[in-house]
């Protein structure tokens, strides 16, 4: 794929693709994630611009609204922020917050917001080389609360990692990308959506054998009792 440029630390491609994902039930769901034609799903319509400030606690702010527009979508207005931080301790994460309210019509029995990410963990203390992605590991913290990849091959592994920040019932799925029941990379349809979403905390770990695998992981959050108007904020780091 040659559309973005994925997320770049030090030099090194850590993210391949980040996307946020929506899902009620196996018919209705929207999300970000590319098609297998290597272009984004147009589930989403941006109704502000991406506008870029300072507030008193981060160096880096952003934010913009946007709503799903899909026809099987959840029906949901979207305000985005992310913070960004300069200081040595807190410049390798970002704070990404979703402020969801419910213009679907309806009162919504539950739903699930999840933060899809293709890692490509690679040797931190050498050359970039090719095809290092398909030695990661993903891994459950449920101590921690913390999903995290790692890479597996010699030499220093850079981390990944993403952290459900708020209240929310947490759902996690580690995913093998050469697994076609479960990998977005042959299209990702509603259901798989709501499947991945719908299992609470499943599949504590992809890419368990001795070299490691091209992984990825969904973290998500569900909403419970949406009641037509009600703001709910869900924030990832």
């Not at 630390?9 to 209705?28: C, Q, S």
């Not at 449920?142 to 592994?157: H, I, K, M």
């Not at 299209?187 to 001795?210: M, P, R």
Request: charged share 20%; net charge negative; with cysteine.
């Amino acid at each position: 794929n040659n559309i973005g440029w994925g997320v770049y630390i030090d030099g090194m491609e850590l993210i391949y693709e980040n996307a946020l994902i929506l899902a009620v039930d196996e018919t209705n769901s929207s999300s970000t994630v590319r098609s297998p034609s290597a272009y984004k799903y147009q589930d989403f319509v941006s109704t502000e611009q991406i506008k870029w400030n300072t507030v008193g606690f981060a160096d880096e702010f952003c934010r913009t609204t946007f709503v799903d527009t899909n026809t099987n979508g959840v029906g949901l207005t979207i305000v985005n922020k992310s913070y960004g931080f300069e200081g040595e301790l807190d410049k390798h994460y970002t704070i990404i917050e979703y402020e969801i309210e419910n213009t679907s019509g309806a009162d919504i029995d539950s739903m699930y917001i999840g933060f899809l990410t293709d890692w490509n963990c690679v040797d931190a203390s050498g050359p970039v080389y090719s095809n290092v992605y398909k030695a990661n590991r993903a891994i459950w913290d449920n101590t921690n609360q913390l999903a995290y990849t790692f890479y597996l091959g010699s030499g220093s592994s850079t981390y990944g990692g993403t952290k459900l920040l708020t209240g929310q019932e947490v759902s996690y799925m580690s995913i093998d990308n050469g697994n076609p029941t479960a990998s977005y990379y042959d299209g990702f349809t509603a259901d798989e959506i709501f499947n991945v979403l719908d299992k609470g905390i499943d599949s504590y770990q992809a890419g368990g054998g001795v070299g490691g695998e091209n992984v990825s992981q969904v973290l998500g959050a569900k909403i419970k009792d949406f009641k037509i108007g009600v703001i709910e904020t869900v924030a990832f780091a």
